[in-house]
């Protein structure tokens, strides 16, 4: 399905006066035609304007008003019609009907917001059981303006098996209004699951935080690609994969951003021991290498200034010493030997 621009119908305003002009006229030609007749002369005058205002009323039905950044397409009996793209005024056949099949599909994005507030002050939905009509007059109008899905947070496991959280934001728009009518039963409803989708084949090519021989580009090689390293890698990935699924539907995803990363709570104390564990190691690790440094440079400096002659055994309890001294996680607590060195 290609779509297919109505371009020359914006004559709203000279149709709305015309069919208003006719109608007074037809409401005269009334009071006027029961004048004749009273007096004898032909009825036509009166059949004529009360057939107008019996069926004038039909050519309102094809005004149309558009604001910027909305669509319309009409179909004509089953048959498409086109699409009214622009802002503005419009007259269209007065038995086209407006499609839009994700008109009542509310998802967590902008646009299907319930704020009772502007609903409120924009238009007026009588609720009669469990029918709501809604009287705003945009149910059938597609928005042409980015949008933004907030799908809800999946848990999918990484490609080492541990199981995540993660939830991503997709900024997009129609950019086709006959595909995304006519190609998808509901245009909203199918980015949202090709979203779930494309989110949980790129999650599983990478770990959550950089791990060794994993390859997550496919050249074969082992990388540091990760989840948490690599946020801005994965989130144009995740949009290019949805770009591909919903191209047959006419929408154009802009942006993906990934909002929420985590380890899934039956995991998340593990992984959090895992990662304080790491941190102690490479603490311990720094620290060792600088005391060796410092006992090192203390044994080379006694040495050169000659402040003491140490034989091996006596060099070895320092060492011992200096380094219980530097690496220890408390205090150290002297004991002072006020008797000989030996």
């Known amino acids: 399905m290609k779509e297919k621009l109505l371009e020359n119908k914006k004559k709203g305003m000279l149709v709305l006066i015309l069919t208003t002009l006719f109608y007074a006229a037809a409401v005269a030609g009334c009071v006027f035609g029961g004048m004749l007749i009273s007096d004898g002369k032909n009825p036509a005058l009166l059949v004529i304007s009360i057939v107008w205002v019996c069926l004038g009323w039909i050519p309102y039905c094809g005004l149309k008003v558009l604001k910027p950044q909305e669509a319309l397409v009409l179909t004509l009996f089953g048959n498409y019609v086109g699409t009214l793209k622009n802002e503005g005024f419009y007259y269209v056949n007065p038995f086209c009907t407006s499609v839009n099949p994700a008109a009542d599909t509310h998802l967590h994005q902008s646009g299907d917001v319930d704020n009772s507030a502007s609903k409120s002050a924009l238009s007026l939905a009588f609720s009669v059981g469990k029918t709501e009509i809604d009287t705003s007059g945009t149910g059938k109008k597609i928005s042409l303006k980015i949008m933004t899905l907030n799908n809800n947070r ?60 994993v390859d997550t580009t496919g050249d074969g090689i082992a990388d540091e690609g990760s989840l948490r390293g690599s946020s801005e890698v994965v989130a144009a990935r995740i949009r290019d994969e949805i770009q591909k699924r919903v191209e047959e539907a006419g929408l154009e995803v802009i942006e993906a951003r990934i909002t929420y990363l985590a380890y899934a709570p039956e995991i998340a104390a593990v992984m959090l021991q895992r990662q304080q564990a790491s941190a102690v190691v490479d603490a311990r690790k720094m620290i060792v290498d600088g005391a060796v440094g410092m006992v090192e440079m203390a044994l080379e400096r006694l040495n050169e200034k000659g402040v003491v002659e140490l034989d091996e055994e006596r060099k070895a309890a320092m060492v011992s010493n200096l380094l219980v001294v530097l690496c220890g996680n408390r205090d150290a607590q002297p004991i002072v030997n006020s008797g000989s060195l030996y």
């Open 154 to 213: 999946q848990k999918i496991n990484d490609c080492l098996g541990n199981p995540v959280e993660i939830g991503i934001a997709v900024m997009w728009r129609v950019v086709d209004t006959a595909k995304a009518v006519f190609n998808v039963d509901n245009y909203k409803e199918y980015l949202s699951l090709q979203c779930d989708t494309a989110l949980r084949n790129i999650v599983r090519i990478y770990p959550y935080d950089v791990a060794p021989n």
